[in-house]
T-cell receptor
Framework: GNSVTQMEGPVTLSEEAFLTINCTYT??????LFWYVQYPGEGLQLLLK?????DKGSNKGFEATYRKETTSFHLEKGSVQVSDSAVYFC??????????????FGKGTLLTVNP | ETGVTQTPRHLVMGMTNKKSLKCEQH?????MYWYKQSAKKPLELMFV???????ENNSVPSRFSPECPNSSHLFLHLHTLQPEDSALYLC?????????????????FGPGTRLTVL
């Protein structure tokens, strides 16, 4: 079956530090890849997505590139802010077949940014 | 604010109680979802509705009973729950269930209901 593995947290950084959260996936076929963010006390929000190999998703200074050769979709940000403190989820869904609405999530990575 | 609201935000219930969770979306979407978020586990898809018809029932125990009276509202009826059912229950909606090889629609999540079963 499909699966998503993301780095264990928590991750603690100082403001303006560089962020990388690793995500790798296993899928039979060609998935779309997503990063969702969950701020404290809130539901999940879509942060960015990529639907095919070599696509780069970007939003709010975050970026992730769909790497088919390494089955990865690592999340990066050049300079984090305190307001980026949240839980980040990597997820995939298949682009074909009858299951292209089923999101498979990683376990989430808690990011804390200190001033 | 994502356009998906859930009530109540917090719920504490005993194992013999019956309660319901409510989700409402104001986005004009046709598909709605229930997820369970437990500590240290990935989100689990529970149920999916498309145009008020259930299209997914992911091996969920019968003590969880979904209801979708129209495309804007989704309920999760709870009865005789177990302590291990304590979790954050998230509702989501999307424009539609994509057909064939169409690209997946973005799912928009509500804030969740934090359920504690005593």
């Amino acid at each position: 079956g499909n699966s998503v593995t993301q780095m264990e947290g928590p991750v603690t950084l100082s403001e303006e530090a560089f962020l990388t959260i690793n995500c790798t996936y296993t899928a039979t076929g060609y998935p779309s890849l997503f990063w969702y963010v969950q701020y404290p006390g809130e539901g999940l929000q879509l942060l960015l997505k990529a639907t095919k190999a070599d696509d780069k998703g970007s939003n709010k200074g975050f970026e992730a590139t769909y790497r088919k050769e390494t089955t990865s979709f690592h999340l990066e940000k050049g300079s984090v802010q305190v307001s980026d403190s949240a839980v980040y989820f990597c997820a995939l869904t298949m682009n074909s077949g009858g299951s292209n609405y089923k999101l498979t999530f990683g376990k989430g990575t808690l990011l804390t940014v200190n001033p | 604010e994502t356009g998906v609201t859930q009530t109540p935000r917090h719920l504490v219930m005993g194992m013999t109680n019956k309660k319901s969770l409510k989700c409402e979306q104001h986005l004009g979407h046709n598909a709605m979802y229930w997820y369970k978020q437990s500590a240290k586990k990935p989100l689990e898809l529970m149920f999916v509705y498309s145009l008020e018809e259930r299209v997914e029932n992911n091996s969920v125990p019968s003590r969880f009973s979904p209801e979708c009276p129209n495309s804007s509202h989704l309920f999760l009826h709870l009865h005789t729950l177990q302590p291990e059912d304590s979790a954050l229950y998230l509702c989501a909606s999307s424009q539609a269930i994509p057909s064939g090889g169409a690209a997946p629609d973005t799912q928009y999540f509500g804030p969740g209901t934090r359920l504690t079963v005593l």
